[in-house]
């Protein structure tokens, strides 16, 4: 073949290939579109809930103030009851009927690991900032899930040594009887073992729970210096209301193992001063920290959760991913997503490991007498930094089936 007739080949092979390669690099329907699942009216609604979807549209106006993407962005949102069934078929409905690309939030385990199964198969993205459960990263991980905030390994690696470090030896725990409890519990007993303290049994609540008597009673009867609370949301609230009404404390110490800011505001300084929990996001923590969440604060009349930061940071990440991307498509986005280190108020030098878990520093705070508290929400002594690197299990104890030992 003669040179200009090779040279016209190659450029015509070129100009064939350009609308496949635009074809591959576009957004599916033209919009990008979230769906938060999150509980919006029950144990979960305070710390998640329809701050869960502010966040979400705080992210969302954003990233397109900031970023000025050549996409548009949509958002609905869905209340799953803390149901797995529930949240699997809305799931499902969004992805087949609403063409959702990613599901924002899943407070709740058994609802997370029931969507991130469904949104996995569908080749869609699950970012959850609420459940913690250890299995989302770890035996039933997925290449298509991101697990932003927090988990049950996380929070005992900070509360549970520092409660033991103080002189809390023996622990009974009092569970919610589901997925996350049980994950939550095992953790913590793993970590007070491993610091030289004993645990001297449990007793299991059902989920949501709202009388409390007979298993703070057991607690009691153990003899236990510390009962490590593993619930959440309300069920931790009305634990705490309970066992002061019964005089169990402060004979015995509570240990809230999952607590949240909105946890202390609804209970008092009074009720919880002292206590120390691990927390991935603290509103009065710096400048940067303190700019958002007053922003936040503007919206919805109380200072963010974790959760709630969380959700904001993990949807940021994601529409930035696309945009770097230059596409939706799951497996793109999740690989920009992994590639991208996470710098915002949330976290610094935050890194998307190859089973989904965002590692990222955690902080063991310790909640402030009244007479400390100087202006609204300011409950929290943050005592320690925890690295990302000591906070989260390691890929070398990981059983998730991406990661190559």
Not at 218 to 242: E, M, R
Not at 391 to 405: G, N
Request: aromatic fraction near 8%; charged fraction near 20%; proline fraction near 4%.
């Amino acid at each position: 073949m003669k040179p200009r007739i090779l040279a016209s080949a190659i450029a015509a092979a070129a100009l064939a290939a350009q609308p496949m390669l635009a074809q591959s690099a576009t957004i599916s329907d033209g919009v990008v579109k979230l769906g938060v699942l999150t509980d919006m009216s029950g144990t979960y609604s305070d710390l998640a809930g329809p701050g869960a979807v502010e966040a979400t549209r705080m992210a969302i106006d954003d990233f397109i103030a900031k970023e000025k993407p050549d996409f548009k962005i949509e958002l609905i949102s869905a209340d799953h009851q803390n149901k797995a069934d529930i949240s699997a078929n809305k799931a499902r409905e969004w992805i087949d009927t609403a063409k959702v690309d990613a599901i924002v939030d899943l407070v709740t385990t058994s609802t997370a690991l029931a969507v991130m199964k469904v949104a996995n198969e569908k080749n869609r993205i699950s970012l959850i900032s609420g459940a913690a459960s250890t299995p989302i990263t770890n035996e039933q991980c997925n290449d298509t899930t991101v697990h932003w905030t927090y988990d049950t390994y996380s929070l005992p690696v900070g509360t549970a040594k520092a409660v033991v470090k103080q002189g809390g030896k023996s622990w009974y725990f009092l569970t919610a009887d589901y997925a996350f409890g049980h994950s939550l519990e095992k953790n913590t007993a793993d970590v007070v073992t491993a610091s030289g303290g004993k645990v001297l049994g449990s007793v299991r609540h059902p989920f949501p729970g709202s009388d409390f008597s007979s298993f703070l009673l057991s607690a009691q009867a153990s003899g236990a210096q510390v009962i490590g609370l593993a619930n959440a949301g309300n069920d931790t609230i009305n634990s705490i209301k309970q066992a002061r009404e019964f005089g169990i404390t402060p004979k015995q110490s509570l240990a809230g193992l999952l607590m949240f800011i909105s946890d202390v505001h609804s209970l008092g300084l009074d009720a919880t001063a002292g206590m120390y929990l691990t927390t991935g996001f603290y509103w009065d923590y710096n400048d940067e920290t303190r700019a958002w969440s007053k922003r936040f604060f503007d919206k919805m009349k109380r200072m963010p959760t974790m959760v709630q930061a969380g959700d904001y940071s993990a949807v940021y990440h994601y529409l930035k991913a696309i945009k770097a991307a230059g596409s939706d498509e799951a497996k793109a986005v999740m690989a920009k997503m992994r590639e991208m280190p996470v710098n915002d108020f949330f976290a610094k030098n935050g890194q998307v490991r190859i089973d989904g878990r965002m590692v990222h520093d955690m902080y063991l705070a310790q909640v402030k007498k009244p007479s400390e508290s100087k202006y609204p929400w300011d409950y929290y002594h943050i005592r320690q930094v925890i690295p990302g690197a000591e906070a989260y299990m390691s890929l070398a104890d990981s059983k998730c089936p991406l990661v190559k030992k």
